[in-house]
């Protein structure tokens, strides 16, 4: 792990598939941890990511559990990740036009849902794939999102959590190129991985999570092993 926490016994990881979960998992299986992978199906256009995961938790060789959350997600209008009448923006992942993708609450909801399951699996830690690129636009991937959400655990679970109960982001101050060159190293089997919003047979190439995605690998040079449905490679935000 980094600065941001020691290595768990236990963890339940928040895993949609994607490389940031997914090399967060690798590396805390790597390191010997024991793994409980939790997905959260809230009604997401991409549901894509949903098949990934249970693909990745076969190769990691982890109990993967799916949380129905449909019924809410019917609720969150004005967000392009539930609501069909909003459009998936085409872009880079900084952009203005990204805040669109913010879903409310969207981590705090599913670290409730994670640090429920870790207490009462008996698990000491929650981990989550939050990095640096997600600050600009999603507040609850921030530090100080970070710090108040495990100060509120420590809270309310008082006497009922185990001893050193963690919320790790271990990405929390890194890249996605540096997330890509971690991941590398150890193995991580990046082409079946999902990233992009829009959901399709492949990845657009087009909307921020592939624009992102891209510049990921060039800035890691590490060859990206993406099929992408546009076969022209984006130009890497300065």
């Not at 256009?45 to 019917?74: C, K, Y």
């Not at 981590?107 to 600050?135: I, R, S, Y």
């Not at 271990?170 to 829009?198: H, M, N, Q």
Request: net charge negative.
């Amino acid at each position: 792990m980094t600065s941001t926490g020691t290595l768990p016994h236990h963890a339940v990881v928040i895993f949609s598939g994607g490389i940031d979960s997914t090399t967060a998992a690798f590396q805390l299986a790597v390191n010997g941890a024991r793994l409980t992978l939790l997905s959260v199906n809230y009604g997401q256009q991409h549901q894509v990511e949903l098949r990934h995961a249970a693909d990745l938790a076969a190769v990691l060789q982890a109990p993967h559990h799916v949380i129905d959350l449909r019924s809410l997600g019917t609720l969150l209008r004005g967000s392009a990740l539930t609501d069909d009448s909003v459009n998936v923006p085409d872009g880079h992942y900084t952009s203005s036009s990204m805040r669109s993708t913010v879903v409310p609450h969207r981590n705090a909801l599913m670290l409730d849902l994670a640090v429920a399951v870790a207490l009462g699996q008996g698990a000491d830690a929650v981990v989550f794939g939050a990095h640096a690129g997600d600050h600009p636009i999603y507040p609850d991937c921030r530090p100080s999102f970070v710090t108040a959400y495990t100060e509120m655990v420590h809270v309310a679970n008082e006497g009922f959590r185990p001893k050193g109960f963690q919320v790790l982001a271990p990405f929390l101050t890194r890249t996605k190129a540096d997330i890509v060159r971690i991941g590398s190293g150890l193995g991580v089997p990046y082409e079946r991985t999902w990233s992009c919003y829009k959901g399709g047979d492949r990845h657009c190439g087009t909307c921020g999570t592939c624009v992102e995605r891209r510049e990921a690998f060039t800035l890691a040079e590490v060859p990206d092993p993406t099929r992408y449905t546009d076969a022209l490679p984006q130009a890497v935000a300065s």
